[in-house]
């Protein structure tokens, strides 16, 4: 346990950084993903095709490609993100953080749309058929009756791959941001002897972590369930 | 496609002429993107012959294919294998009559699933992996595999074994059988059929997650791609490279999976259990 203890500092500061990468990326997909789900789903065939593409594909590279693409490559094509250099206390997001975060969103969103797409996929036509019988119009029937629904149905997937994300938030470790994973390794590294309780310990953050997401998700489910 | 049938009313002509107008502004928008992107490459000298050089010799193509695809799909192979075994064990474990087995294999499972798997990766590796060279770090990303994957497929083995009728369970014991029985000559023949599109569908997700032992400097497909890069210096191609390699193989996997899916399943309901990589519209989800 000393281990871990003499380097509280340094094992809070990694996980702030998880917290930040998760919190970030969680909202940038979010907003992302609901804008790919709206072309994915609307009358655009050009658009529903494209986003179609765009999501198979990112879907089915491994994030760590894709991380690598933002923090490697993107830099020789002009992609880099030099402009950011933000310090909040010891805490340092500069151009690997915000590659990082946007290789995180891109991936996420792809996941966020397809579970959105699944909520809306969740109403029952009926649903729909009985809006436009007492004369709602599109937007009315959208707003009052159809999309109500759907976000509804869709928060147990999006938990679930915000969920992903959080523990996904770990690669970006593998890349060079200094969270919980490249910290867990590099304490490992010096205290060879203490490596299980270090993994442990970290395990067991990540753990409560995961529980605290689901919980927050459970509430919300639980409050926004729809009688069937 | 049913959401457009949920969210539009056959459009008028009116709307369709709208439409044309929408599909004429995103089809511009969209090539002009395409365009964009080409002439960035291009500008930034990535289009040219050197850079590309590499995937056109054949001993490179050999290594990509052999070293790479080869080596990645036979660790997501045992991985899943291992999977298989652990979760039906756990899955069995979930199921069973004993308070102390099921709150044990629930234990595992959740902690296994709440592990990130680069983590639990790179524990092994330290633990295990470190002293034994390749064949070490190979090791470590199919345990780590293993045990994450199988503790997914645990809860799918569970909802599987649920999905079955209980009808079938209680006729079984009304004829006598044991519940041994019950679990190997009634139930899982029947679950099994009902699982195997989600096994196929969590292959994706391993062979996705193989590529994390980059961390651990194991072998497969992003090791061979990474000493492309640093020898040629050519890291926009290489990922371009290995991106469409990994979708290829991916692409491939989820078409058997639906063809499982309407062979042996047909139009039941998929089966829903979180974190599983779906096989088609529903919520995937990986790592």
């Given amino acids: ?228 | 496609m049913t959401a457009p049938a949920v969210l539009f009313d056959a459009p008028g002509p009116r709307t369709i002429a709208r439409h044309r107008l929408y599909t004429i502004i995103a089809g511009v928008a969209l090539v002009a993107v395409l365009a964009f992107v080409v002439w960035r490459l291009y500008d930034r000298g990535q289009l040219e012959y050197a850079k590309w050089e590499a995937f056109l010799t054949p001993k490179y193509i050999s290594a990509l294919l052999l070293d790479g695809v080869l080596v990645t799909m036979k660790m997501a192979l045992s991985a899943v294998l291992g999977a298989v075994v652990f979760g039906l064990v756990l899955g069995a474990g979930k199921l069973s009559d004993h308070a102390s087995v099921r709150w044990l294999s629930w234990a595992v499972v959740e902690f296994f699933r709440a592990v990130p798997v680069l983590m639990l990766m790179i524990f092994i590796f330290f633990a295990y992996g470190i002293s034994r060279g390749d064949s070490g770090a190979y090791w470590s990303v199919v345990i780590a595999l293993m045990l994450y994957n199988g503790a997914v497929l645990a809860e799918v083995f569970r909802a599987g074994v649920l999905a079955v009728p209980s009808g079938q369970a209680e006729a079984a014991y009304a004829i006598g059988m044991r519940k041994s029985q019950v679990m190997n000559i009634i139930l899982l023949p029947q679950a099994v059929k009902i699982m195997l599109p989600a096994i196929i569908s969590q292959c994706v997700v391993a062979l996705k997650d193989t590529s994390l032992g980059y961390a651990v400097a194991a072998p497969g497909l992003t090791k061979v791609g990474q000493s492309i890069y640093q020898g040629f210096g050519n890291q926009v191609p290489t990922v371009i490279v290995l991106a469409v390699l990994y979708i290829l193989i991916n692409l491939a996997l989820t078409t058997i999976a639906t063809w499982v899916q309407k062979r042996f399943v047909g139009e039941k309901k998929v089966l829903e259990v979180s974190m599983v990589g779906k096989t088609d519209a529903g919520s995937g989800l990986s790592v």
Avoid: H
Avoid at chain 1, 49 to 70: D, E, G, K
Avoid at chain 1, 100 to 113: D, E, I, K, N, Q
């Fill in chain 1, 1 to 228: 346990m000393n281990a871990v203890l003499d380097n509280l500092e340094l094992v809070l500061r990694a996980f702030s950084y998880t917290v930040l990468l998760f919190l970030i990326s969680g909202v940038l997909s979010l907003v992302f993903g609901t804008l790919l789900a709206a072309f994915r789903v609307g009358p655009i065939a050009v658009l529903s095709r494209a986003a179609a593409v765009y999501v198979t594909a990112i879907r089915n590279t491994p994030l760590l490609i894709i991380l690598i693409f933002f923090r490697i490559a993107g830099p020789k094509v002009g992609i880099n993100f030099n402009f950011i250099d933000i310090k909040i206390g010891d805490l340092t997001l500069n151009n690997l953080f915000a590659a990082c975060v946007v290789g995180l969103t891109v991936y996420t969103s792809t996941f966020v749309c397809e579970a959105i797409r699944s909520g809306i996929n969740a109403v029952p036509l009926g649903q729909a058929e009985a809006a436009r019988a007492i004369g709602l119009p599109f937007s009315g029937a959208m707003r009052e009756v159809i999309l109500p629904q759907a976000f509804r149905a869709s928060v147990p997937p999006v938990a679930s791959v915000q969920i992903a994300l959080l523990k996904n938030t770990t690669v970006a470790g593998a890349l060079g941001v200094f969270e919980a994973f490249a910290r867990m390794k590099s304490l490992i590294n010096d205290d060879v002897a203490s490596r299980n309780a270090i993994f442990l310990t970290f395990a067991v953050i990540f753990v409560v972590l995961v529980e605290v997401v689901s919980f927050g998700a459970n509430r919300l489910e639980r409050r926004w369930r729809i009688a069937r």
